[in-house]
């Protein structure tokens, strides 16, 4: 079965940078869309970036253009998300997800597009 790994979540002081990685096993991770949601309590999972795998074609929610970065390790069939200049409001579990190719090229924020998701881990941001 499909599995996804998330670490790298704290709680940093606004201003801080943290990165977050999502290791994918048991996936076919070269050809697929990797995307990073989060969600506060009482809202709905938002899409923050994406990566298609086969290529590197970057995708990102308009709230963290400029500040968070996503990229790949292939050989480790890992993602990242850099997250730098964090807000008090960018505090949110975040969430890795795993889909086909459609997922980032028709749009890369639609939750049902994502077969797989990780567990989460949380990120605090204070001010």
């Known amino acids: 079965q499909v599995e996804l790994v998330e670490s790298g979540g704290g709680s940093v002081q606004a201003g801080g940078s943290l990165r977050l990685s999502c290791a994918a096993s048991?996936?076919?991770?070269?050809?697929?869309?990797m995307g990073w949601f989060r969600q506060a309590p009482g809202e709905e999972r938002e899409g923050v970036a994406a990566?298609?795998?086969?290529?590197?074609?970057?995708y990102y929610g308009d709230s963290v253009k400029g500040r968070f970065t996503i990229s790949q390790d292939n050989a480790k069939n890992t993602v990242y998300l850099q997250m730098s200049s964090l807000k008090p409001e960018d505090t949110d579990m975040y969430y890795c997800?795993?889909?086909?190719?459609?997922?980032?090229?028709?749009?890369?924020?639609?939750?049902?597009?994502?077969?797989?998701w990780g567990q989460g881990t949380h990120v605090t941001v204070s001010s």
């Open positions: 997800a795993a889909g086909r190719p459609t997922a980032c090229m028709y749009d890369f924020r639609r939750l049902t597009e994502y077969a797989y």
């Open positions: 990566i298609y795998t086969n290529g590197g074609t970057t």
């Open positions: 048991r996936y076919t991770y070269s050809s697929s869309c």
